[in-house]
Each structure stands twice: as C-alpha cells, then as structure tokens.
C-alpha cells in the first residue's frame, strides 16, 4: 500500500502525517483548499492538488486518474465554538463534502479509508477512561458532523467493501522537525501557552480552577502528532474495518501543562483564572487499549516535557507561524 491521497495535508496533522509517510517511502498526494492549511505545511516532495472536497467532480476525477491504494481523510472544520453558531458550515464541509470523497474514493477502487475523527464524538463521558464501545452523544455540531461521517463509512464498508479506520483523537499537540501547529484564530491549549511567554499574548485564560480533580483545573489526555502519524500508518493495514482512541491515557490538568511549559522554556507564564466554558467536561481521558493491542500502536512521547519542547523548538523557528 504505496499510494495514499491525503486530503487536509496543509493543516496541522494532516502535514505531518505526510511527512512520516514519506520518510517512510510512501507516494504522497495531497489534496487541500488551503481555507486554514498553509502552502509552506505541505511537504515538497509531495503531490499537491489544491481544490476543495465540495468540488464533486474534481475529487471524484483525483480518485479516478490517482489509482491511490489508500485514502487519509484530515479536512475538517473544528472549532467547536463556531460550529454551535454556524453548524451549516460543519455539516456541509464535515458530512457533505465527506461523503464526496468516500463516494469519489469507491468509484477510483480505494480499498482503504483512514478517517481522522475524535473525542468530541463521545460527548459527556460516562466514566474514565474513554472506551471506542462507550455511548456517543455529542454536544456539538463538531462531533455529531464527525460521528455521522463514521456512520458513513461504516455503511460504505458494508455495501461497498471500502475497510475503513476511524481514529478518535484526544489532545493532538507537539510539532514534528519540519511542521507545527498555526492555527487562525489558535484555540489549543500548549501553542497558547508558549505565545504567552514569547510575549505575543498577553496572558492565558484558564477556564476554571473549581473543577473536581487534584489541582481544580481540566485535565485531557494529549498525544504528540507523530504518535498519531504513526497509528495512521499502522491503520493501514488494520486487519477489519473499526475504531480506535488515540491517547496516552495519562491525564494532565491545564496547571500541569503549565509547569510542564515552565520547565521546557525556563520562563513563567502569565495566567489568569477565569469563569469555566459552558459543556468543559472535568477529565477526558482515552483508553487506547484496542489499538495497542490489534496493530501494535506504542507511543513514544508520552510525558509533557517532550511533547513542548517539539512544539517550543518549532515555534522559535517559526516566529509568526508559517507567514515567515
């Protein structure tokens, strides 16, 4: 499995997973619109074919001409905020346009489809951790848009005999050598912090400080973006279709990942406590037990230390993100 189209390869993890497998030997295209990818994230020794998925007919003649033994599925929008005010925008790029691409990838003879999903599909969780059987309510447009793509490709298997992977992100952060996260507006948490201390914010807002854990601040379980780079990898050539989390499973509250940044950087961070977010569940941690298990996935970089400071490294090379 040589060949693999990557659509979303000029956003955040979609360019990293490019580069791993091409470091890897794998023929890459990507495929992109480049609304909140960069131009500068896609990897040169790639194929790039900018257009956008709502382009039936284009990606529809991508699959057809690409003769792709696999697809990589990262174009999404996910900002959770906005799609609870422009949830039109979610389904229409999210559903719609993925369902353009499942359908353009059975016409071209694709046989594997690796569906970047998430946490956000389980909801409120009812116990920790998070398990792939655990009931899946979603309380936004974000997450019930990603579920309803998985129950897409769940159907496209059955009737199509499309193998699919649906891998359910938890806290995707780091940077990879040559790609890092710039996001506009940026909501996550670790690139914030360290925009803090280069003085190009102010200050972070922590969003509660009463929760119910050790330190009273959120805890979320993050994974380095070449550990999901290389469950991608390992999903294809996953025996069945099915899902899998994607998490260390080791919790770390929003103080921890402060201090953690501290240490990295030998600088403080400028915080203040503000009110908590409305729906910010206390924990969310993975159990990524199922693809430990069935594909041998092993992270490497689990603690907080080493996952800032790839994404510190790459922040002071890159100053003012990608526009540098």
Known sequence: MKKVLVT????????????????????VTIFDALITGHREAVDPRAKFILGNLADRELIKKVCREGEFDAVMHFAAFSLV????????????????????????????????????????????????????NDRQIPINPYGESKLCFEK???????????????????????????????????????????????????????????????????????????????????????PESGHYNLGTGNGLSVKEIIDAAEKVTGKKVNFEI???????????????????????WQPKYESAEQIIESAWKWQLKHPNGYSN
């Open 152 to 238: 897409v490709l769940k159907w496209y298997s059955e009737i199509h005999g499309m193998k699919y992977a649906a891998l359910r992100y938890f806290n995707a952060a780091g940077a990879s050598e040559k790609y890092g996260e710039d996001h506009r507006p940026e909501s996550h948490l670790i690139p914030i912090i360290l925009q803090t201390i280069r003085g190009k914010r102010e200050k972070l807002m922590v969003y509660g400080d009463d929760y119910e854990t050790a330190d009273g601040t959120c805890i979320r379980d993050y994974i380095h973006i070449l550990d999901l780079a290389q469950a991608h990898e390992l999903a294809l050539s996953a």
């Open 81 to 132: 905020g906005e799609s609870m005010q422009n949830p039109s925008k979610y389904f229409r790029n999210n559903l719609a346009s993925g369902i353009n691409l499942a359908d353009a990838a059975v016409e071209g003879g694709v046989k594997n489809f690796v569906f970047s999903s998430t946490a956000a599909t389980f909801g409120q969780p009812e116990s920790i951790p998070i398990r792939e």
């Open 8 to 27: 979303g390869g000029a956003g955040y993890i979609g360019s990293a997973c490019s580069e791993y497998l091409l470091d890897r030997g794998y023929e």
């Open 274 to 296: 503000a009110p908590r977010r409305p729906g910010d569940p206390a924990k969310l941690i993975a159990c990524s037990d199922r693809i430990k298990s069935m594909l041998k």
